[in-house]
């Protein structure tokens, strides 16, 4: 029976020149069930459309529009997605599709176009960067963007130089939260300071996040700032981008997306989270931990409410006691935590961003691309969550911290893979849950961060959690 809040068949004209005159043979590669494309075009554009919503599950939305298809048309002088049975709510008055999902539909298409026609699949270090950098160059991502003329200032001081921030945290941060407000506050302070901000792109903190900085640049009279998300195919349809972001860039898997997070930007705040923010804290924290990286500085704050102190407490004592003090706070800390305090972060960071400037500029390296910082193959190599490989993790001290840190960064990467994926939730439902192996001692660190995640409600937006892991001594 059709759902009275499911569309039967809707047409988006592609109105992004970039899309003008595409080749029939981009359409075909991007519409083709034997390629595999189609299917990924497909769920990007469910993503895309249930932006808004509640729902983190990618197995609930496909078991809830089973039979969503996108095709693609021609126009006179574009494209135009034909879609069918897809969510209503992303229609105005059921006939007008918001404009933010229009523009996020034809970045989806274009970047998906672009990884096939000029990246394909890159298996060495430097390669996969290049990569990366050459999908962030192609969505114009290091384009400065002249602001609009204000006639209240001089020319010459209207042109703001903006600097770009990183920003991690929950997906599953309500908008009436004390956190979901703490994180606007910070982000305002900063966007006073001219900066702007990437995320994930999806819901929770990373709504939160432009919505500070909206109100700093109002304040500030800012014209010129973006709201980057950078997302992927694998977990699109669980965090689908928000309207805030703009652009949309979509890379290929998650360890180049966590790449582009760290290289793109210059420093990172981290806010409460689960075990998706877990994972970008150890992914940081390999690279930072490599021998390669000694002399390079990329700065990580740590920040909350009062109420999240205990919550950052935890993950401070999960990495001494898992990674070492001495790893972390020798010769110098490798992150800061700061505790109900907007305005402290954001001078703390502008402070910092300045020897991360000097850095940058004793390497060469311009201050949209983080160049010269070396990225282990472990943090780069995409990880394929099966029960198997991830009985294999190895948790153990008999290795070096950056990575014992890319073990850790695997072990929390397929606990969001069980959570969220269609695939993982599948596999669980076949094959039990995952079996979480190694050290004792650390292994009932990694229990008590994870229950603690649970207790918290950090694991899923909505319904009772049911773990996809068992942690084995």
Same mark, same amino acid.
């Given at each position: 029976?059709?759902?009275?809040?499911?569309?039967?068949?809707?047409?988006?004209?592609?109105?992004?020149?970039?899309?003008?005159?595409?080749?029939?043979?981009?359409?075909?590669?991007?519409?083709?069930?034997?390629?595999?494309?189609?299917?990924?075009?497909?769920?990007?554009?469910?993503?895309?459309?249930?932006?808004?919503?509640?729902?983190?599950?990618?197995?609930?939305?496909?078991?809830?529009?089973?039979?969503?298809?996108?095709?693609?048309?021609?126009?006179?002088?574009?494209?135009?997605?034909?879609?069918?049975?897809?969510?209503?709510?992303?229609?105005?008055?059921?006939?007008?599709?918001?404009?933010?999902?229009?523009?996020?539909?034809?970045?989806?298409?274009?970047?998906?176009?672009?990884?096939?026609?000029?990246?394909?699949?890159?298996?060495?270090?430097?390669?996969?960067?290049?990569?990366?950098?050459?999908?962030?160059?192609?969505?114009?991502?290091?384009?400065?963007?002249?602001?609009?003329?204000?006639?209240?200032?001089?020319?010459?001081?209207?042109?703001?130089?903006?600097?770009?921030?990183?920003?991690?945290?929950?997906?599953?941060?309500?908008?009436?939260?004390?956190?979901?407000?703490?994180?606007?506050?910070?982000?305002?302070?900063?966007?006073?300071?001219?900066?702007?901000?990437?995320?994930?792109?999806?819901?929770?903190?990373?709504?939160?996040?432009?919505?500070?900085?909206?109100?700093?640049?109002?304040?500030?009279?800012?014209?010129?700032?973006?709201?980057?998300?950078?997302?992927?195919?694998?977990?699109?349809?669980?965090?689908?981008?928000?309207?805030?972001?703009?652009?949309?860039?979509?890379?290929?898997?998650?360890?180049?997306?966590?790449?582009?997070?760290?290289?793109?930007?210059?420093?990172?705040?981290?806010?409460?989270?689960?075990?998706?923010?877990?994972?970008?804290?150890?992914?940081?924290?390999?690279?930072?931990?490599?021998?390669?990286?000694?002399?390079?500085?990329?700065?990580?704050?740590?920040?909350?409410?009062?109420?999240?102190?205990?919550?950052?407490?935890?993950?401070?004592?999960?990495?001494?006691?898992?990674?070492?003090?001495?790893?972390?706070?020798? !010769?110098?800390?490798?992150? =800061?935590?700061?505790?109900?305090?907007?305005?402290? +972060? #954001?001078? @703390?960071? &502008?402070?910092?961003? /300045?020897?991360?400037?000097?850095?940058?500029?004793?390497?060469?390296?311009?201050?949209?691309?983080?160049?010269?910082?070396?990225?282990?193959?472990?943090?780069?190599?995409?990880?394929?969550?099966?029960?198997?490989?991830?009985?294999?993790?190895?948790?153990?001290?008999?290795?070096?911290?950056?990575?014992?840190?890319?073990?850790?960064?695997?072990?929390?990467?397929?606990?969001?893979?069980?959570?969220?994926?269609?695939?993982?939730?599948?596999?669980?439902?076949?094959?039990?849950?995952?079996?979480?192996?190694?050290? !004792?001692?650390?292994?009932? =660190?990694?229990?008590?961060?994870?229950?603690?995640? +649970? #207790?918290? @409600?950090? &694991?899923?937006?909505? /319904?009772?959690?049911?773990?996809?892991?068992?942690?084995?001594?």
């Amino acid at each position: 029976m059709e759902s009275s809040h499911t569309f039967r068949q809707m047409e988006v004209e592609a109105l992004d020149q970039r899309l003008s005159y595409l080749p029939e043979a981009d359409i075909q590669y991007l519409t083709s069930a034997g390629n595999g494309q189609h299917e990924i075009l497909r769920r990007c554009c469910l993503g895309i459309l249930h932006t808004g919503t509640d729902n983190d599950s990618t197995a609930e939305l496909l078991e809830r529009y089973p039979k969503f298809n996108v095709h693609i048309d021609r126009t006179r002088d574009s494209i135009k997605f034909v879609l069918e049975n897809g969510p209503l709510s992303a229609f105005i008055d059921g006939q007008r599709i918001h404009a933010a999902m229009r523009e996020h539909l034809c970045s989806a298409a274009i970047d998906l176009i672009f990884h096939a026609r000029a990246i394909g699949t890159p298996m060495g270090r430097q390669e996969i960067t290049d990569a990366i950098f050459r999908i962030l160059d192609h969505a114009s991502v290091f384009q400065l963007i002249p602001p609009v003329a204000d006639p209240f200032k001089r020319v010459e001081n209207s042109r703001y130089e903006l600097t770009r921030i990183t920003c991690f945290g929950g997906h599953t941060m309500k908008p009436q939260s004390e956190e979901y407000t703490y994180v606007k506050r910070v982000c305002q302070q900063l966007a006073e300071r001219f900066c702007e901000f990437i995320t994930g792109g999806g819901q929770g903190a990373m709504r939160a996040t432009f919505s500070g900085a909206k109100a700093g640049y109002t304040f500030e009279r800012i014209t010129n700032a973006r709201a980057f998300g950078f997302n992927c195919p694998g977990i699109i349809t669980s965090e689908p981008p928000n309207l805030h972001v703009r652009p949309l860039v979509i890379l290929p898997d998650i360890e180049k997306r966590l790449e582009a997070f760290i290289r793109a930007s210059m420093g990172c705040i981290v806010f409460p989270g689960g075990p998706g923010t877990a994972e970008e804290i150890q992914t940081i924290l390999s690279v930072l931990l490599h021998k390669e990286n000694r002399d390079q500085v990329y700065p990580i704050i740590l920040t909350g409410p009062e109420s999240s102190r205990g919550y950052f407490e935890a993950i401070d004592t999960f990495i001494m006691k898992t990674v070492g003090r001495d790893a972390i706070r020798e !010769p110098e800390p490798l992150y =800061e935590i700061i505790i109900g305090d907007p305005e402290r +972060v #954001a001078q @703390r960071m &502008m402070a910092a961003i /300045g020897r991360t400037e000097n850095c940058r500029s004793e390497h060469d390296d311009p201050k949209l691309w983080y160049r010269s910082l070396y990225l282990p193959e472990e943090v780069q190599q995409p990880f394929n969550p099966t029960h198997e490989n991830v009985a294999k993790l190895e948790i153990n001290r008999d290795q070096s911290p950056y990575a014992l840190c890319a073990q850790l960064r695997k072990l929390f990467s397929a606990v969001v893979y069980g959570n969220v994926t269609d695939e993982g939730v599948k596999s669980i439902r076949e094959n039990g849950p995952y079996e979480l192996r190694g050290d !004792p001692a650390m292994m009932q =660190e990694v229990s008590t961060l994870l229950e603690r995640f +649970v #207790a918290e @409600r950090r &694991m899923k937006i909505e /319904g009772e959690y049911k773990p996809c892991y068992k942690v084995v001594a």
